[in-house]
């Protein structure tokens, strides 16, 4: 319905309905200069009038309204949120509009087409449970697993599952980073049911999609979509596998999904890799993002949770295979070249690196945290009853007796001089394009140097040395005069 008007009148003479929002809405997502100054004023006149933020929702959930439209209702109810929803705030959001606000984000959420409007709805969400969970909202949780599980049934409306992972990453993001301890407790009592339905719908999706590449079929839409979805429920699990136990290695349920996706990371490195097998460019770069996904979860795990990370299964032989690949990636690291790049179907714009480099760079990163886990146990673990002493302890010898060997020690210094101190081309188009920040890396001012090969092997090299240093000196003079 077309509306041709301008709002005239300011302050607080335009009583709130859902008829003079809706114009007033129109108005300020106009390319109007003058209606959107006026329909601007008017919104926030109204904004500490009761009522104003449900009939922004009440207006935002009728899908047949504009885009536009909906689109800044979603935006004022969100910002709206940050400052009227707290108790003590001045003109706070009374109870009553609270309740009516929650009771529709959900689902409303869950049935948005549009994917923008469907972010800000999950932003909103997780800012509402950021203030209300659990006292306010004690369900808010279990409520979105539900959602979660409904929404996994629905097989004829894949869209529906989309946005309910969407709307739990957004939720797991939030009180993962909660300062308030309350909080934190409350997301590990419920980690258990999210981790079940959660990774259940994980598995279920990659199945699919490895099926299809794997033996063909004809619903390649299908596979796709399966693929877009795991990647969204890893990108939640890989948060909750942190947040949701500060000891994963106790939980069973946590250890029986590190060993599914140990599993997994080898099969999607396979297919990543194996270019016997054609995978279109775009499927690849989502298989790729999934192994990024698992190997953050990698590094972020042994930085978190050392203990655990060292007493998961198979922690050792993941170590080892990292270092492998990291060997492997050395091979070539100095003769890559831009033209490689691009040929690999790398602009020069495009900031993500290769999946073997990035790969290599988290195996090196995993290194140095088996580095510290050993010889700064008082700045890595956090924890100090008798039984956390134990696993401290345990965790130290096992990574010192199968990893950090001094064979080990020395085979690495002699890979990260001989392999990684080079500069590459990339370095050099670097160093000419941006001197001054190319420079400021290189004095490692701040922790770029995660984000970079040479630099993080730069880093490696350091600690064992110092940790190292009498049986190493020898063997590095000797590699110092084999390449002089």
């Given amino acids: 319905m077309a509306m041709n008007f301008a ?44 009522g104003y933020y449900s009939s922004l929702q009440s207006i935002f959930v009728d899908v047949s309204l504009p885009v536009e439209v909906r689109h800044l209702c979603i935006i004022q109810l969100k910002n709206g949120i940050d400052k009227y929803w707290r108790k003590t705030a001045p003109n706070a959001i009374k ?6 606000i929650r009771s529709r984000s ?81 997301l590990q009592t419920a980690s258990g049911e999210v981790l079940q339905v959660l990774g259940n719908t994980y598995v279920d999706k990659v ?20 693929l877009e979805q795991s990647l969204m429920a890893l990108r939640v699990l890989r948060r909750l596998l942190i ?6 290695n106790r939980s069973t349920q946590a250890k029986e999904f590190w060993n599914l ?33 698992i190997a953050k979860l990698h590094v972020n795990l042994a930085k978190a949770h050392p203990s655990g990370f060292a ?6 032989q993941l170590v080892s295979a990292y270092w492998n690949l990291v060997h492997q990636f050395g091979e070539t690291y100095g003769s890559q070249s831009i033209a490689s790049d691009l040929s690999n179907g790398r602009s020069e714009d495009d900031h993500e690196i290769p999946i073997t480099e990035y790969l290599s760079l988290r195996g090196l990163l995993l290194l140095r945290a088996c580095v510290k886990m050993v010889f700064n146990p008082a700045q890595t673990f956090k924890y100090q009853q008798a039984e956390d002493k134990e696993e401290k302890t345990q965790s130290r010898q096992i990574i010192k007796e199968n990893i950090l060997t001094g064979n080990f020690a020395e085979t690495a210094m002699q890979t990260l001089v001989t392999r990684f101190f080079v500069f590459t081309q990339r370095d050099l188009r670097d160093w000419q394009e941006q001197p001054e920040e190319w420079e400021r890396r290189e004095e490692g001012e701040d922790d770029t140097w995660e984000f970079s090969i040479r630099p993080c092997a730069e880093k490696l090299f350091l600690e064992l040395m110092l940790n190292y240093k009498e049986q190493l000196v020898q063997p590095l003079l000797s590699v110092f005069g084999t390449v002089a």
């Fill in 207 to 226: 199945q699919t999609w490895m099926t299809f590449f794997h033996q063909g079929g004809d619903d390649e839409g299908g596979a796709i979509t399966s």
């Fill in 95 to 100: 109870k009553d509009e609270k309740d009516l």
């Fill in 7 to 50: 709002i005239e009148v300011a302050g607080e003479a335009n009583p709130l309905s859902l008829q003079t929002l809706y114009q007033t809405l129109t108005a300020a997502s106009s390319s109007d200069p003058q209606q959107i100054k006026s329909g601007a004023q008017q919104l926030q006149n109204w904004e500490k009038q009761s």
């Fill in 106 to 186: 959900i689902e409303s959420g869950t049935n948005e087409p549009d994917h923008r409007l469907a972010l800000q709805n999950a932003l909103m969400i997780a800012k509402i449970i950021r203030y209300e969970y659990p006292l306010e909202w004690p369900d808010a949780v279990s409520s979105i697993v539900s959602n979660l599980r409904q929404a996994s049934q629905s097989d004829g409306n894949p869209l529906r599952l989309t946005r309910a992972l969407l709307i739990l990453l957004e939720v797991i993001k939030e009180l993962s980073t909660a300062r308030i301890q309350r909080t934190r407790t409350s």
């Fill in 243 to 248: 947040a949701g136990w500060d000891f994963p």
């Fill in 261 to 293: 996706l140990s599993n997994h990371f080898r099969e999607m490195l396979t297919m990543a890799v194996n270019h016997s097998l054609s995978l279109d460019g775009n499927v690849r770069r989502l298989v790729e993002k999934h192994l990024r996904q």
């Fill in 311 to 316: 007493l998961l299964p198979s922690s050792v």
